[in-house]
């Protein structure tokens, strides 16, 4: 059983667009996360959730915005798609608290034509 | 800011050998430092991880270093295989604050050669 998933894997899309990916983690965690990871590799977090309430959100653009509908899921959703959101995309888990091991899902590559 | 530096940014090192990734910290507040391994097409996962309180942590080939007065950890993995060719990260998270989130290295891209 996968314990993070992440659909769609690939989302190709034309500047402009409004896409969304879903993310889903089996593993009881109450804490969810979403990543942004470029093309040099570096890991940025966007977003956290936890039991559904947000409580980490970094310099984004209102053009994100999570939504979490109960606690096994995060979703995010893209307006106005640019350039410059072709990336891969990590939706994460977490227990929470001190050590907080985070399990990652297996990334969503967007690319904005 | 950049809170966790990394380096080398890659590094290519023969089988058997021994693969060394330093990493950096600037915030006090960090009170845990996982290392993660990536493969191609993959998310994160975690590899080893280590508390201040400590100075060493091995499991298998694969050995954390800490250094809490030099603000330093590292990762050494022994006997390196071609199966550990990968990308490896270092992280740092706190319990409040800014560190309260877990904080990445930018990565080294690692490639173990026959």
């Known amino acids: 059983d996968t314990a993070v998933s992440q659909t769609p894997k690939y989302l190709v899309t034309q500047m402009g667009n409004d896409k969304s990916i879903k993310c889903e983690q089996n593993?009881?965690?109450?804490?969810m996360y979403w990543y942004k990871q470029d093309s040099k590799k570096f890991l940025k977090i966007m977003f956290s959730?936890?039991?559904?309430?947000?409580?980490i959100n970094e310099t984004v653009p209102n053009r994100f915005s999570p939504k979490s509908p109960d606690k096994a899921h995060l979703n995010l959703h893209i307006n106005s798609l640019e350039l410059g959101d072709s990336a891969v995309y990590f939706c994460?888990?977490?227990?929470?608290?001190?050590?907080?091991?985070?399990?990652f899902g297996p990334g969503t590559r967007l690319t904005v034509l | 800011q950049q809170q966790v530096k990394q380096s080398p940014q890659s590094l290519i090192v023969q089988k058997g050998g021994i693969s060394i990734i330093n990493c950096a910290y600037e915030?006090?507040?960090?009170?845990?430092f996982p290392w993660y391994q990536q493969f191609p097409g993959k998310g994160p996962a975690l590899l080893i991880a280590?508390?201040?309180?400590?100075s060493e942590k091995k499991e298998g080939r694969f050995t954390i270093s800490f250094n809490k007065s030099a603000k330093q950890f590292s990762l050494h993995i022994m006997d390196s295989q071609p199966g550990d060719s990968a990308t490896y990260f270092c992280?740092?998270?706190?319990?409040?604050?800014?560190?309260?989130?877990?904080?990445f290295g930018t990565g080294t891209r690692l490639q173990v050669t026959l």
């Open positions: 994460a888990s977490s227990q929470g608290g001190g050590p907080d091991t985070q399990y």
């Open positions: 593993l009881g965690h109450d804490t």
């Open positions: 959730y936890n039991n559904k309430e947000l409580i």
């Open positions: 915030n006090t507040a960090f009170d845990y």
């Open positions: 280590i508390r201040p309180d400590v």
């Open positions: 992280a740092a998270k706190g319990i409040t604050g800014t560190a309260s989130k877990l904080t």
